[in-house]
């Protein structure tokens, strides 16, 4: 299923790289910070499909208007070292289709909030906490129970329930000890700073797969990954107490490290790619709503501007 997803990622990717057109405007759609909390979020959130067209519309709409300045957004618009705006191909959504948390993924370029003890806390928190993550481990513990993974679990809603409570000590184990123990002992960044447009699909995805033996310090620095592989580990060697003997053997364990990080592989590469993709739809609606507003001016007689 990882690979799978990572492929139809790809494939998206592949077709948003190829027929997107270029574009030098910057495209910000961020929402006014108004509290600290907020530095926690990337800058674009599409919560759900109406908050794309209005997104959308409110875009087109400045092409046929004066822009009037808003200091309480400008004040909060992503920017570069150099000043300028970035753009919507280089900018982490909050939420990938409204749904998927991104709380721990950087836009290229950007300025993201400092790391440390309390925020990374925080950041573990939401993402172990989130709603989306009970519906995938409700997914996954089904699946685990119906193909009867580990048979002394047993099967029906016994089964289910004991599938359950132990993925989600996995995952909060999992995501506790990367994104805020190890990672703010040992200074280490573990956020996903996406490389962006500009290099090869091949190249991305490289960069991709070298991010689960690769983070950054605090600093800036490149620094092995000791933080998530080690989180990988411990998680493995922490669910012993929990699990039955015979799921907790050494060829058992290192299948389910070896799964986890693919999932992260998998997961990876669509935030890598997902601006990609929401940039070119966005710019192809653009185009599609500049040829109405065209075609309605020469049926009214509007002289073109």
Same mark, same amino acid.
């Given at each position: =299923?990882? &690979?799978?997803?990572?492929?139809? &990622?790809?494939?998206?990717?592949? &077709?948003?790289?190829?027929?997107?057109?270029?574009?030098?405007?910057?495209?910000?759609?961020?929402?006014?910070?108004?509290?600290?909390? *907020?530095?926690?979020?990337?800058? $674009?959130?599409?919560?759900?499909?109406?908050?794309?067209?209005?997104?959308?519309?409110?875009?087109?709409?400045? /092409? @046929?208007?004066?822009?009037?300045?808003? !200091? /309480?957004?400008?004040?909060?618009?992503?920017?570069?070292?150099?000043?300028?705006?970035? !753009?919507?191909?280089? /900018? /982490?959504?909050?939420?990938?289709?409204?749904?998927?948390?991104?709380?721990?993924?950087?836009? *290229?370029?950007?300025? !993201?909030?400092?790391?440390?003890?309390?925020?990374?806390?925080?950041?573990?928190?939401?993402?172990?906490?989130?709603?989306?993550?009970?519906?995938?481990?409700?997914?996954?513990?089904?699946? @685990?129970?119906?193909?009867?993974?580990? +048979?002394? $679990?047993?099967?029906?809603?016994?089964?289910?329930?004991?599938?359950?409570?132990?993925?989600?000590?996995?995952? *909060?184990?999992?995501?506790?000890?990367?994104?805020?123990? $190890?990672?703010?002992?040992?200074?280490?960044?573990?956020?996903?700073?996406?490389?962006?447009?500009?290099?090869?699909?091949? =190249?991305?995805?490289?960069?991709?797969?070298?991010?689960?033996?690769?983070?950054?310090?605090?600093?800036?620095?490149?620094?092995?990954?000791?933080?998530?592989?080690?989180?990988?580990?411990?998680?493995?060697?922490?669910?012993?107490?929990?699990?039955?003997? *015979?799921?907790?053997?050494?060829?058992?364990?290192?299948?389910?490290?070896?799964?986890?990080? =693919?999932?992260?592989?998998?997961?990876?590469?669509?935030?890598?790619?997902? !601006?990609?993709?929401?940039?070119?739809?966005?710019?192809?609606?653009?185009?599609?709503?500049?040829? =109405?507003?065209?075609?309605?001016?020469?049926?009214?007689?509007?002289?073109? +501007?």
């Amino acid at each position: =299923m990882s &690979c799978f997803t990572a492929l139809l &990622c790809l494939s998206v990717a592949v &077709c948003a790289h190829a027929a997107a057109l270029p574009s030098t405007d910057a495209i910000t759609l961020e929402d006014a910070v108004t509290s600290d909390s *907020s530095h926690l979020e990337s800058p $674009l959130e599409f919560s759900s499909s109406a908050d794309l067209r209005l997104a959308i519309d409110s875009a087109n709409s400045s /092409q @046929a208007a004066p822009e009037i300045a808003n !200091p /309480q957004l400008a004040s909060t618009e992503p920017v570069k070292v150099d000043g300028k705006e970035i !753009p919507l191909e280089l /900018q /982490q959504p909050k939420r990938i289709l409204g749904f998927m948390p991104n709380f721990r993924s950087v836009s *290229s370029g950007s300025k !993201p909030h400092p790391p440390g003890w309390k925020y990374n806390f925080i950041v573990a928190t939401r993402q172990s906490t989130d709603y989306s993550s009970f519906v995938f481990l409700g997914v996954t513990s089904l699946t @685990a129970e119906g193909m009867d993974m580990h +048979p002394s $679990l047993g099967k029906g809603i016994g089964g289910a329930w004991a599938y359950s409570w132990r993925g989600f000590l996995d995952k *909060s184990d999992n995501t506790y000890l990367s994104a805020w123990l $190890l990672s703010s002992a040992l200074h280490e960044d573990t956020r996903f700073y996406a490389l962006g447009t500009g290099h090869s699909i091949p =190249m991305r995805e490289l960069y991709v797969i070298s991010r689960q033996g690769v983070a950054r310090t605090y600093g800036g620095r490149q620094t092995p990954n000791v933080a998530g592989l080690g989180a990988k580990v411990l998680t493995q060697i922490v669910s012993r107490t929990y699990y039955p003997s *015979s799921a907790t053997t050494f060829p058992v364990l290192a299948t389910k490290f070896a799964y986890s990080a =693919m999932r992260d592989i998998a997961i990876t590469s669509i935030r890598e790619f997902y !601006p990609d993709a929401a940039a070119h739809f966005i710019r192809k609606h653009r185009e599609k709503v500049a040829r =109405m507003v065209q075609h309605d001016n020469d049926a009214a007689g509007v002289p073109a +501007p």
